[in-house]
């Protein structure tokens, strides 16, 4: 089965930047990568979306190598309201929509 | 907000009874997906619905089924409820390409919290 890795846990401290890394090895062809922040207690609330190269919005950017077996996303200047569980989310052949495990970041003041 | 809205907010149940969950679409959206998650995992795929048919099923038993209806609400059923179910149902609408790809840009739900005893 493919599989979709991150990082348990990241630690920042408000203002750095952070950067999230998604592996997904068997993504389809056509499909989009998106990551995704989720608070306890509520839906996932979408971040950014991309197919290949960088894509940059106003909370985010986000980075696709030319192989698409990878992403990272980019938070600039964290505070401490961006403590949060972050996920991506993939087509996968097969397996239609595969959420990463997520990334718990915690940003500390 | 993102003006999908989900029905009951908690639900307590039995092992064995049956459990019927619903999802009201973001206006324009023409397609839902339900996801299940346990608590400290991330969102499983359940299955998708695009006018009114199935489009896609991850890997959860015949006893979890759905529904699409014209105005592109949506209810997912559970039968024979085990403990293993209890968890965080989350519903997503969006809107699928004409270009036949998904877009993955989906708009979450508050979810509903299933605690089978």
């Known amino acids: 089965l493919a599989k979709t890795t991150q990082p348990i846990s990241m630690d920042s401290y408000e203002g750095q930047e952070v950067n999230i890394t998604c592996s997904h090895n068997?993504?389809?062809?056509?499909?989009?990568i998106t990551w995704y922040q989720q608070f306890p207690s509520q839906g996932p609330r979408f971040i950014i979306q991309?197919?290949?190269t960088k894509v940059t919005n106003e909370v985010a950017s986000l980075f696709i190598p030319a192989d698409r077996k990878s992403s990272t996303l980019s938070l600039p200047r964290v505070s401490l309201s961006d403590t949060a569980v972050y996920y991506c989310?993939?087509?996968?052949?097969?397996?239609?929509?595969?959420f990463g495990p997520g990334t718990r970041l915690s940003v500390l003041p | 907000e993102t003006g999908v809205t989900q029905s009951p907010t908690h639900l307590i149940k039995t092992r064995g009874q049956q459990v019927t969950l619903r999802c009201s679409s973001q206006?324009?959206?023409?397609?839902v997906s339900w996801y299940q998650q346990a608590l400290g995992q991330g969102p499983q795929f359940i299955f998708q619905?695009?006018?009114?048919?199935?489009?896609g099923r991850g890997n959860f038993p015949p006893r979890f089924s759905g529904l699409q209806f014209p105005n592109y609400s949506s209810e997912l059923n559970v039968n024979a409820l085990e403990l293993d179910d209890s968890a965080l149902y989350l519903c997503?609408?969006?809107?699928?390409?004409?270009?036949?790809?998904?877009?993955?840009?989906?708009?979450f739900g508050p979810g509903t919290r299933l605690t089978v005893l």
């Open positions: 997503a609408s969006s809107l699928l390409g004409t270009s036949g790809s998904s877009y993955n840009e989906q708009f």
């Open positions: 068997n993504i389809a062809t056509n499909d989009y």
């Open positions: 991309g197919y290949k």
């Open positions: 989310l993939v087509v996968v052949y097969g397996q239609n929509f595969v």
């Open positions: 206006s324009g959206h023409n397609t």
């Open positions: 619905y695009y006018r009114e048919e199935e489009n």
